[in-house]
């Protein structure tokens, strides 16, 4: 089992950048895929970015072209980088290993003037 801790979370203004990291413990975290999700207000959560073990990248329509995700398998981190950030973008971040049941505390970005 790959538990998992975000960071990096906050509030900036619209244009903006934000790195959210997401530490993970276990064993075997190279072998996993990782996600990121997020929860909007009222919304149910979706998936944003996914990279795999071989560190193929994936992402949600609303978020490509700003968003970028990778990870460093030496560190067992896998990194948001989030550019571009619209008010639309204000959510609790969360990131899971895939296959596994573990849902970490997340992290809140909030993108306002």
């Known amino acids: 089992q790959v538990q998992v801790v975000e960071s990096g979370g906050g509030s900036v203004q619209p244009g903006g950048s934000l790195r959210l990291s997401c530490a993970a413990s276990g064993s075997r975290f190279s072998d996993y895929a990782m996600d990121w999700y997020r929860r909007a207000p009222g919304s149910r959560r979706e998936l944003v970015a996914s990279?795999?073990?071989?560190?193929?990248?994936s992402y949600a329509e609303s978020i490509r072209g700003r968003f970028i995700i990778s990870r460093d398998n030496v560190k067992r981190t896998t990194y948001l980088q989030m550019n571009s950030l619209k008010p639309e973008d204000t959510a609790i971040y969360y990131c899971?290993?895939?296959?596994?049941?573990?849902w970490g505390p997340g992290t809140q970005v909030t993108v306002s003037s």
């Open positions: 990279i795999t073990s071989d560190g193929f990248t």
């Open positions: 899971k290993a895939r296959g596994t049941d573990y």
